[in-house]
């Protein structure tokens, strides 16, 4: 037994659960090879007693195998000699798993019996994630457009990567690229890139999920009698007919001019009008407005 797990955690062979605890987490973050001064094979004693400590039943046969040792010793019980007869090795798709071991006790009742204590699997252990800011315009968003962007990673190389804008995203809408983060740690797993969009702001829309809005100015006398107003859209101008007495603040929908989704369906366009008050008028215009007041 080449390792005290005790000694590693820094805890008495008495220590509670709570504090083996106690100790794991402390030395793991002081030795976590992706921190500055951590150090790699510290960290891997740290994780291998905590693993062992941690679970009652492997402690107990650690603890018996510290006290009268693995090839036949002078205590209760008798152990066979010879190494073990199977090692199960169990390597996780992350790179780096836990190596299960296949312990075997002879008994001194002469009968054979074996027990397999596998060891638990642990996290795997992987490089940063890279997390980085991208603007697009609505546009962008509109049409699902492309971009190709650089990423410098912490490794000092550039790494060209390809984002789809995903059609009516929204801001703060996350795009991860799996592996494609840090390689800095070679015998660790890639981490992974992460993408957060911001959408910058439309001169004339605003946009709010598959749905899109606007202001229109409209002249009040166009308000009362009902007129067709053209209005400006990503793909071409839109005639929207403006029904008469139409009151301040009303909002016209037009249907299926929202944003595209990718499944095919679409949003809305919500034109809110704007009444315009005319700074001067007529002669002839102020004659008529007073004969419709006083009717």
């Given amino acids: ?8 955690l820094g805890v008495s062979e008495n220590a ?5 605890k106690r100790a794991y987490k402390k030395l793991a973050k002081q030795h976590h090879p992706d921190l500055n001064g951590g150090n790699d094979t510290e960290f891997k004693k740290v994780n291998e007693a905590n693993n062992t400590l941690s679970d009652q039943q ?18 209760p019980f008798h152990f066979s000699g010879g190494g073990f ?9 992350q790179g780096l798993g836990g190596m299960g071991q296949m312990f075997e006790q002879f008994f001194n009742d002469g009968k054979q019996q074996r027990q397999t204590f596998r060891q638990r699997k642990t996290k795997p252990l992987r490089n940063q994630d890279i997390r980085i800011n991208l603007t697009v315009s609505l546009e962008d968003v509109f049409y699902g ?3 190709e962007v650089v990423i410098k990673t912490p490794t000092g190389t550039n790494q060209n990567v390809k984002i789809d804008i995903p059609k009516a995203c929204d801001n703060g809408t996350q795009i991860r690229f799996s592996g494609l983060g840090s390689k800095l740690h070679e015998d660790l797993r890639s981490g992974d890139l992460y993408v957060v ?10 946009q709010k999920g598959k749905d899109l809005y606007t202001n229109v100015d409209i002249d009040i006398f166009d308000a009362l009698l009902g007129t067709k107003i053209e209005v400006e859209h990503f793909e071409n101008p839109i005639t929207v007919t403006v029904p008469p007495l139409t009151q301040q603040d009303d909002v016209i929908r037009v249907k299926g001019k929202g944003m595209h989704l990718n499944n095919g369906t679409t949003g809305n366009l919500y034109i809110k009008l704007n009444y ?3 700074k001067q008028l007529t002669d002839e215009q102020k004659e008529l407005l007073e004969k419709v007041r006083n009717k």
Avoid at 1 to 8: A, E, L, N, P, V
Avoid at 197 to 206: P, R
């Fill in 1 to 8: 037994m080449s390792q005290d797990h005790y000694k590693t």
């Fill in 16 to 20: 509670s659960q709570d504090e083996i």
């Fill in 58 to 75: 492997k402690r107990q046969q650690y603890d018996m195998e510290k006290r009268y040792g693995t090839q036949g010793g002078h205590g």
């Fill in 85 to 93: 007869e199977d090692i199960i090795v169990d390597l996780d798709n």
């Fill in 145 to 147: 457009r492309s971009k």
């Fill in 197 to 206: 969009l911001t959408v910058s702001a439309h001169k004339n829309f605003t």
């Fill in 276 to 278: 315009q008050i005319p």
